[in-house]
């Protein structure tokens, strides 16, 4: 059970829970008034997708996976490559106007060019935490070797360099990084008040409510389609979980419980929204458990007032809890969950468990393992942006061959953000952007239909000798306007944080996070964002400059 700080709560009942295809028991999302510290645990009437589960879902067990007997960890492991090379720029031709018949969008209207950036565009752009690629190549994948959190991405990509794309319209295929937002602001904190963390569990329950009727607006899309599934059903994604706990004071557990599920949730729905077919929630102990089910059960309770002739989707849910430390630990860190989850699917994709009940528990059993043709694997805190209008092109640049990572969007502390809604303030001052000069333009983009075009390698390189002060800053470039040594010396906001400037507008998905962005990622690659102006309207190929033009802004001079 938990309760809302802001007087939501959500009662469920928890059930062991091992396929779930919209298919849960749950307690609807109502409201209770503060003073109430216990809900009444209660389930309603279960809800069917066109397809029914294998199992009764009251009578199935949580996924534990131990160490089989004949599992041993390879001894010799590759040495990982730690350093960026340098190539000559260049782009994909690659080009995905869907024009093929059988993509299942034959209205232009429902399909969308898509320009791709090979691996020498990218730089260390190409690290996100998150990619999908086909199976083939996934099962050959090297997760011995991966030591670092950050490896479950550079071994995909080294492995993989040749074939590996970014689009050169970050909204085609890109994630926005939530974690560092609140962990920055320390929302878990019971000396400050609820305005942070009522921002960021508020707007991601709105994206996990909005989410049947974008899923609903797919499956419809999908009916020209000879499978009547969306073109990424067969796609296994993994996600590699585990619950932020605070147990400091009944507050910050409370915080803390509301926070995993509603970040977790929208992680999840983000996925449900593309139709893959599988999402496998992997953790560690009872707290990771918990967690991943009541985040079921909350997904769940959106979906109540759709019945079976009305079936939205057809995914299935599973977590899966992973005991074997070989798999987890490796020689720098006690655990890497990401490694353990990529262990987890290898090794039932690549047929290696002896028992094939322990297949079942990463692949399913509604589907012949031979259905699978892609996998996706993200962090529990990594929002998926793309389109309807652009997943035939992912699809064919996947059935290609091709290896997609997403660029990844960096939510920014900004005052804006942090106003409740009787204009109560959070209580740190001294962590946000203040909206003062150009740090007010904020453009408010719909994700959909909107870009943000790529603007190539050519961008600031900041270093810790470039600042307004002797004191050198030693943290992230975007947060060096917050070094401790340049408080009172009365330096303009515009001044402290100028390495933001190249950045700006910064940028709100009004359908994702709601969150102000960054107009680029962590690495200070930037994107250009756009309105679109006409339906045809699209990020081109990069200029000479490396920079990438909307059709809309032809008029301008190219670089």
């Not at 950050?150 to 074939?163: G, I, L, M, P, T």
């Not at 607006?217 to 009916?223: N, R």
Request: net charge negative.
């Amino acid at each position: 059970t938990m309760r809302w700080s802001n007087s939501i709560w959500i009662g469920c009942t928890i059930v062991l829970l091992a396929v779930f295809q919209m298919v849960v028991i749950v307690d609807t999302i109502r409201k209770k008034p503060r003073a109430s510290t216990s809900t009444t645990r209660t389930s309603t009437n279960l809800k069917r997708s066109t397809e029914q589960p294998k199992k009764n879902i009251a009578e199935a067990t949580p996924t534990e996976i131990t160490k089989d007997e004949h599992d041993e960890v390879e001894d010799e492991e590759d040495e990982i490559e730690v350093e960026i090379p340098t190539y000559t720029y260049s782009y994909s031709d690659d080009v995905e106007k869907d024009e093929e018949e059988g993509d299942g969008n034959s209205n232009e209207s429902s399909r969308r060019t898509v320009y791709w950036l090979d691996h020498t565009a990218m730089s260390e752009n190409y690290f996100s935490a998150a990619w999908l690629q086909p199976i083939e190549p996934f099962k050959s994948l090297n997760v011995a070797s991966m030591n670092m959190l950050e490896d479950a991405s550079h071994r995909v990509f080294y492995e993989n360099k040749e074939n590996v794309r970014q689009p050169v319209d970050w909204f085609d295929f890109a994630v926005e990084h939530l974690s560092r937002w609140y962990k920055k602001l320390d929302v878990l904190a019971p000396h400050h008040n609820s305005v942070a963390i009522d921002k960021i569990t508020g707007n991601l329950l709105k994206y996990i409510e909005a989410t049947p009727e974008k899923t609903k607006a797919l499956s419809l899309a999908s009916k020209s389609n000879k499978s009547k599934l969306p073109l990424l059903h067969p796609t296994i994604a993994v996600i590699s979980h585990g619950a932020i706990v605070n147990d400091e004071t009944s507050l910050t557990l409370e915080r803390s419980k509301n926070l995993t599920t509603t970040v977790l949730g929208a992680t999840i729905t983000s996925l449900l929204r593309v139709g893959f077919g599988r999402i496998v929630v992997t953790g560690l102990n009872q707290a990771d458990e918990d967690a991943a089910l009541e985040t079921f059960s909350l997904i769940g309770a959106q979906y109540e007032s759709y019945g079976e002739d009305n079936a939205i989707v057809s995914t299935e849910l599973e977590y899966v809890k992973i005991t074997n430390k070989n798999w987890y630990k490796t020689e720098i860190m006690d655990v890497n969950r990401p490694r353990a989850s990529l262990y987890g699917l290898n090794k039932a994709l690549n047929g290696e468990f002896k028992n094939p009940e322990e297949t079942k528990k990463w692949l399913g059993a509604t589907h012949d393992p031979s259905y699978w043709k892609y996998v996706y694997s993200t962090e529990p805190d990594l929002i998926l942006q793309t389109r309807a209008t652009s997943l035939p092109a992912i699809h064919k640049a996947l059935e290609r061959g091709r290896v997609l990572m997403p660029h990844r969007l960096q939510p920014l502390t900004h005052e804006y953000d942090l106003i409740g809604p009787d204009q109560t303030k959070y209580t740190v001052t001294d962590n946000h952007i203040p909206a003062v000069g150009k740090f007010k333009d904020v453009m408010d983009l719909d994700g959909e239909v909107d870009m943000c075009c790529d603007g190539g390698k050519q961008h600031p390189k900041w270093d810790g000798k470039d600042d307004p002060t002797e004191t050198p800053c030693h943290t992230w470039w975007f947060d060096c306007g917050y070094t401790s040594a340049w408080k009172g010396l009365g330096l303009s906001e515009e001044v402290k944080h100028r390495r933001l400037l190249y950045y700006t507008p910064l940028l709100r998905l009004n359908q994702g996070t709601n969150i102000i962005s960054i107009a680029g990622s962590e690495h200070e690659r930037k994107c250009w964002p756009r309105k679109r102006k006409t339906p045809d309207d699209v990020c081109q190929r990069p200029s000479p400059s490396g920079r990438s033009f909307a059709i809309s802004e032809q008029d301008r001079k190219i670089e």
